[in-house]
């Protein structure tokens, strides 16, 4: 059974950064893991991924330059750098991964930027 728990979520003020960390287990066909965010009344919104056979990270229009999506040093766990943070980045934020072409989904952290 394949189980996604993401952490790292806080409360920063604009221009300060945030590290995000997502951990997988009982995935053995994992295609892509990544991050989605979601703000109060908007639809779920990409942030990055990354795709297991070529390491190819790609990012959300919102997030580019700012975010960077990286392997941590433990097997299927990533790590999103959040810097430059802005008040529009305040979201849940979730962690998914594609496993044999199944989507699972952590239980998301908070990151709210406010002065």
């Known amino acids: 059974q394949v189980k996604v728990v993401d952490s790292g979520g806080g409360l920063v003020q604009p221009g300060e950064s945030l590290r995000l960390s997502c951990t997988v287990s009982g995935g053995t066909k994992i295609i892509n893991m990544g991050w989605h965010r979601q703000a109060p009344g908007k639809e779920r919104e990409f942030v990055a991924n990354?795709?297991?056979?070529?390491?190819?990270?790609a990012y959300g229009e919102s997030v580019r330059g700012r975010f960077t999506l990286s392997r941590g040093n433990v097997k299927n766990t990533i790590t999103l750098q959040m810097n430059s943070l802005k008040t529009e980045d305040t979201a849940v934020y979730y962690c998914n991964v594609n496993n044999d072409d199944k989507d699972y989904w952590g239980q998301g952290t908070q990151v709210t930027v406010s002065s």
């Open positions: 990354i795709r297991s056979s070529t390491d190819f990270v």
